[in-house]
Every structure is written in C-alpha cells, then in structure tokens.
C-alpha cells in the first residue's frame, strides 16, 4: 500500500484528485474544526466541500479585476444557475447582506479567429461575487446543489480569460454574440455536413447549420482554431469524440453497451438499447442525463419533479447522504424526514397518505449511506402508484452492476464519481427517466425547456475512459468486501457490521439484486470499545480520506465528516458517531484480507490494561 502524508491529494500526483489524505482519527477532527495544523497542510479535498485552487485561482483573477477587494467569487458553468444561486442566497440572507451580491458574466470573444472553434464546448463561466458576509450562503448552493464548475472546466477558460478570449458579456462588441448557443448533442453527433476531420485531429466544432460555401472559405480559421485546441488540450480530448463519449457512458448506464473499444464517431448499432440490463425495454439513450456531480443529478431532478408536478413537500425515507436532505429541507415547501427506512415508517407514512395528504415524490438510497439499510422498494411502489408520488432512487451504493431499481422508480440517481468511474480523478452524475413512470412526460416536458447540458467535454472524455471496464471492477470488489465481512464478523472487537448482505433488510436488496450481481463495496462497522476504533482507523494501512467507490481501498471515520456538527441528531438513527466506513478496492484478496487483520489485532492491543474506555485521551494525544 502506498503511504499518504496528511494533506496529500487521493490519488496521488493527480491534479483534479477527488479525495484526500486525512490519516488519523484526529486529523478528521482537526479538519472538522478547521484548524490550521491540517488545513494548511491540504492540497485538495472533496471538489463540493473543498474548493479546488484552480477555480479558487480564476475566481481571484476575476474579483481583481470585476470586483471590490475583500470578496469572493463562486464560479458555475452558465447564467442560468448563477441566478438560482443569487435567488437562494436572497431568500435566506439578510438583506443587507444579499444586497452585495454581484454578477459577472463571462462569454467568448468570437471576433477572435481561435475562440470561434470553441463555441460547441460554451466555454462559459457565470461568477456570482460576494462578501465575507455573504460567503456562507453562497457556499451552501455551491455544496448542496452540485451545480458549481468542475476544477478542470475553471483550469481551461482561465486560460480563455488570460488570453483574452473570454471576456464579459457587456464588454464585448454588439455584433458579437454575447451566449452562443450550445451544442445540445446527437444529430448524429453534431457533424459538419460535407466536412470529414481526421480522426487524430480535434473537430474545429463547426456550427453545423452552415453552409458548405460559408465553411470552405474559413478553412484558414479551422486550421488555426485546431491547433489552437490541440494546444489547450493535448492527448486529453478530441472533441469529435465527445459526443460519441457522453452517448457511450449513458449506454453504460443502461446496460446496454456490450462492446468497451475505443470510441468511434459512427452512431451507435441500432436496437442496442433496447437490449439493456435495466429490464425496460423502451429505454432511450435520451431518457439519460449527465450531470457535472452526483448531487447536481439529485438537486435538478427534484427541480423537474417540482416543475412537472407543483410545490409540494417530500418524502427522505432513509438516513441520507448529508446533502440530499439539505436540497429536500431548503430547495421548495419542505420534506418529511423518516430516518431508518424501517416498515414502521411506511405503516406512518401510509396513515398520512390515506388521511388526504399528498406528497411530491420519495427520495431514498439503495442500499443507504452509510448504514447499507435497503427501504422496501416494491411497498413503496405500491404506494406511489395507490397516491400519486413520484419515486427517485440513488443507486450510487449498490451500482446498477448488482441491482436493477428502474422498475419501482420514476427517476433513478447516481453519482458517477464513484465506482463507475473508480480513478477517483473525475466526477459526474447522472439521472434515468422511467419512460413508464406515471409522470415521465411532465418531466420530459420540464427537462425539453429547462436541461442544460454542463458537464465540461474534458470530464467527459475522461469518465468515458475510466468507465470502461466497470463491471468486471464490480466484481472483483464484490468479492473482496464479502472476504473483509468474514474477517470483521470473526472479530470479538466489531459490535455491529453493516453490510447488505447481513443487514436485517437483507430480502428487501434480494428484491432488486439482479442475477450475477452482488453485495456491494462498502462496509461499514461499530467496535465495541471507542479506543479500539480509533487506534483500527489510525494503524490500518489504506488510504484514509472522503469519498467511496474507488479502485482503492478507502477507510473513513464516515460520521466525524460528514455529521460533525450533529453527531448526536445523527446517533438517534442509528449511526454512531464513531462509525468506521470502508469502500472496498481492488487489491489482491489474500493482501487486503491481511491488511485488515493486522489492524485490527493493533486494536486489540490498544485497551489491554488501558484505562476506562473513554478515548479522551487517544484523540487529544
């Protein structure tokens, strides 16, 4: 196992790393008290908690110049969700505050040769510049939506804004169009009709509603703007390739890609979707949506159930990921919270059904977060179909690879940043439509008018390429975390194992497990004894930092990161504060058998004749 200093970017010497080493138990508090003695020492930390230093780079040179020094500046890939992020704000905020919000608008300079080729990526950024005062709110959308700019899109238009390219909106000459319309994907791919690009070189990304007379006489353009691209890109991103990438990944998603090979511009084989894993047979690719962030996926289909159906309260049935919660709580009329997912709650939630109360839609995990309880799935269906909800399922945890939940959903969720991409160097989100589902044209009707595709071509290229070989990933890990369970429930230390394929709502996973699939790469346990937690956490020889699904194995104090300020809320659900999270990679299984035994034998070594069991001491030393 590689060693990671505290501080040190998950993976390693890897810009746009997702995670983070935080190697002790007490660096975890450290950084949840935002001390300086871990804060300083960080290089990067999870992309909607920790703001990366190339979006905090850009945003500096934009307040500079734009703004009043002092402020900050959040930056979001379009205008539209600067505004949603400014009407937020203004609805939480004292006025006061909310008064020194500020908007810069950031758009191509067409007039310039070598930017004309980049309007199909709407290289654009939407800064909304606020005070210290302000910070907070702001953050907050930034955090809970998902809907803020990926690091590597902040890395690409700073080099736009520096060499002038990209430019505010107001600035620009009036016969320069201030938003030029994006590319809004397959027609097959957006190809310039008459105009082959060899493969090796970058699409110019040629509007394809001109003439073939208007192309030929800006060959010199073209020209000009592929290199120019091959120069801001590399190896990293053929553009004539994205299209065909976003339309592989939502194959994948489905189910329906049979075939991993490098990608080509052709249009898919025809009937392969129908072919798919999820059991519905007219799923379309366009029935997928790809999303720059698993959250941003959650935030904008609760939005289009609010836009299709009306301003009414949900359902969070099961203990959530922290921000689900927090969109269900602060985005709309409010959410109703039944936190262990268990019969009972949906004997209550019935009662208030049949009393005339009507709810929007049920959100829930499957398996949750970190408990790996599995709600009642075919119950809940039955219900939505008797009241007149909508159903969204996060699958993030047990992976379309093991389960099938698009049947009893409306909308299925999931964060790609985890095990479908495994590189923990990207991240991404996606949502299905159930084209059965009782409000799937409402919703079409919603996203027809309202979608927007943001996830930046570069993220894309590269969730494509890590992706490719997720089921065979699937099962190794699989296979791995249920070797891990035997070696925890042999131990007299662990008090309570959390793994679906042990946990009291076993039958309910089995409902949905489809027939080659299994259990799953996260594991979570409780030790008896605080100390011998602490001292397995701080001896076992992984990487050790946020976030879940990675090729690598990566142990977390779960609750200290994500609960920190509600450890005893979170505690009457069931979780412990001191609840220990594994996500299970892909090393040999003899090695990372051997890996969790040592430390748990360094645990049982921690107590021997040692004090009242209190670990004060432990986390203060």
């Known amino acids: 196992m590689p060693h990671f200093e505290l501080g040190?970017?998950?993976?390693?010497?890897?810009?746009?790393?997702?995670?983070?080493?935080?190697?002790?138990?007490?660096?975890?508090?450290?950084?949840?008290?935002?001390?300086?003695?871990?804060?300083s020492r960080m290089q990067t930390g999870y992309p909607r908690f920790v703001i990366h230093k190339s979006i905090q780079n850009f945003a500096s040179d934009i307040v500079a110049k734009f703004g009043t020094p002092g402020h900050k500046a959040f930056l979001f890939p379009t205008r539209r969700i600067a505004v949603r992020c400014l009407a937020f704000v203004k609805s939480l905020a004292p006025p006061a505050i909310a008064a020194t919000l500020d908007t810069v608008h950031l758009v191509l300079d067409t007039s310039k040769p070598s930017a004309r080729a980049l309007v199909s990526l709407s290289p654009n950024i939407s800064a909304v510049i606020c005070s210290q005062e302000a910070f907070p709110y702001v953050k907050q959308y930034w955090q809970h939506t998902g809907d803020g700019v990926s690091s590597r899109r902040a890395e690409f238009c700073h080099g736009l804004f520096k060499d002038g390219l990209l430019r505010r909106d107001d600035d620009l000459p009036a016969s320069i169009p201030a938003s030029p319309?994006?590319?809004?994907?397959?027609?097959?791919?957006?190809?310039?009709?008459?105009?082959?690009?060899?493969?090796?070189?970058?699409?110019?990304?040629?509007?394809?509603?001109?003439?073939?007379?208007?192309?030929?006489?800006?060959?010199?353009?073209?020209?000009?703007?592929?290199?120019f691209l091959e120069e801001r890109f590399g190896r990293n991103l053929d553009v004539s390739f994205v299209e065909p990438a976003k339309s592989a990944i939502k194959r994948r998603i489905a189910g329906a890609l049979r075939?991993?090979?490098?990608?080509?511009?052709?249009?898919?084989?025809?009937?392969?979707?129908?072919?798919?894993?999820?059991?519905?047979?007219?799923?379309?690719?366009?029935?997928?949506?790809?999303?720059?962030?698993?959250?941003?996926?959650?935030?904008?289909?609760?939005?289009?159930?609010?836009?299709?159906?009306?301003?009414?309260?949900?359902?969070?049935?099961?203990?959530?990921?922290?921000?689900?919660?927090?969109?269900?709580?602060?985005?709309?009329?409010?959410?109703?919270?039944?936190?262990?997912?268990?019969?009972?709650?949906?004997?209550?939630?019935?009662?208030?059904?049949?009393?005339?109360?009507?709810?929007?839609?049920?959100?829930?995990?499957?398996?949750?977060?970190?408990?790996?309880?599995?709600?009642?799935?075919?119950?809940?269906?039955?219900?939505?179909?008797?009241?007149?909800?909508?159903?969204?399922?996060?699958?993030?945890?047990?992976?379309?690879?093991?389960?099938?939940?698009?049947?009893?959903?409306?909308?299925?969720?999931?964060?790609?940043?985890?095990?479908?991409?495994?590189?923990?160097?990207?991240?991404?989100?996606?949502?299905?439509?159930?084209?059965?589902?009782r409000y799937y044209s409402a919703l079409k009707q919603f996203a027809h008018a309202e979608f927007e595709d943001t996830y930046w071509p570069e993220d894309v290229m590269f969730m494509e390429r890590n992706s490719r070989d997720f089921v065979s990933r699937i099962d190794r890990i699989n296979a791995n975390a249920e070797a891990i369970c035997h070696v925890f429930r042999a131990s007299p230390l662990i008090k309570t194992l959390f793994y679906p394929k042990y946990n009291e709502s076993r039958a309910n996973y089995e409902a949905c497990k489809v027939a080659n699939g299994g259990y799953g790469g996260l594991i979570s346990v409780v030790f008896h004894d605080r100390r011998q937690a602490i001292a397995f956490y701080d001896a076992i020889d992984t990487a050790k930092?946020?976030?879940?699904?990675?090729?690598?194995?990566?142990?977390?104090?779960?609750?200290?990161?994500?609960?920190?300020?509600?450890?005893?809320?979170?505690?009457?659900?069931?979780?412990?504060?001191?609840?220990?999270?594994?996500?299970?990679?892909?090393?040999?299984?003899?090695?990372?058998?051997?890996?969790?035994?040592?430390?748990?034998?360094?645990?049982?070594?921690?107590?021997?004749?040692?004090?009242?069991?209190?670990?004060a001491k432990t986390i203060d030393s």
Not at 197 to 221: N, V
Not at 408 to 419: G, Q, R, W, Y
Request: proline share 8%; glycine share 8%.
């Open 545 to 615: 930092g946020p976030s879940l699904g990675t090729n690598f194995t990566l142990t977390s104090p779960y609750v200290l990161l994500a609960h920190y300020q509600e450890l005893d809320w979170a505690k009457q659900f069931g979780v412990d504060p001191d609840l220990i999270r594994i996500s299970v990679g892909l090393e040999e299984t003899e090695h990372i058998v051997a890996v969790f035994k040592e430390a748990l034998k360094v645990a049982e070594q921690s107590v021997e004749g040692n004090g009242d069991g209190n670990g």
């Open 259 to 437: 075939s991993n090979h490098e990608l080509t511009t052709a249009p898919p084989p025809e009937g392969e979707m129908a072919a798919n894993t999820r059991g519905v047979v007219n799923l379309r690719e366009e029935d997928i949506y790809l999303f720059p962030s698993g959250m941003s996926a959650i935030f904008n289909s609760h939005r289009a159930l609010l836009g299709a159906r009306g301003n009414m309260k949900s359902i969070n049935f099961g203990f959530p990921y922290v921000d689900t919660l927090k969109i269900l709580q602060k985005f709309g009329p409010g959410c109703a919270f039944y936190g262990h997912a268990s019969e009972a709650d949906l004997d209550e939630i019935e009662r208030r059904l049949e009393s005339g109360e009507r709810f929007l839609a049920l959100f829930c995990e499957f398996p949750g977060n970190p408990l790996l309880t599995c709600p009642n799935l075919r119950r809940i269906r039955e219900l939505a179909d008797r009241y007149d909800f909508a159903v969204v399922v996060d699958e993030t945890i047990g992976t379309f690879a093991n389960i099938n939940v698009l049947p009893f959903a409306d909308i299925v969720v999931s964060s790609l940043t985890k095990i479908f991409s495994g590189d923990c160097n990207v991240m991404g989100g996606s949502a299905v439509f159930n084209p059965n589902g």
């Open 8 to 39: 040190e970017a998950i993976p390693p010497d890897t810009a746009h790393a997702v995670s983070v080493s935080l190697p002790t138990w007490r660096s975890n508090i450290g950084y949840e008290e935002g001390e300086d003695w871990v804060v």
């Open 181 to 227: 319309k994006p590319c809004k994907g397959p027609k097959r791919y957006q190809r310039t009709p008459g105009v082959q690009t060899p493969k090796s070189t970058p699409s110019p990304g040629l509007s394809p509603d001109r003439d073939l007379e208007t192309t030929a006489s800006a060959i010199p353009d073209v020209q000009e703007s592929s290199r």
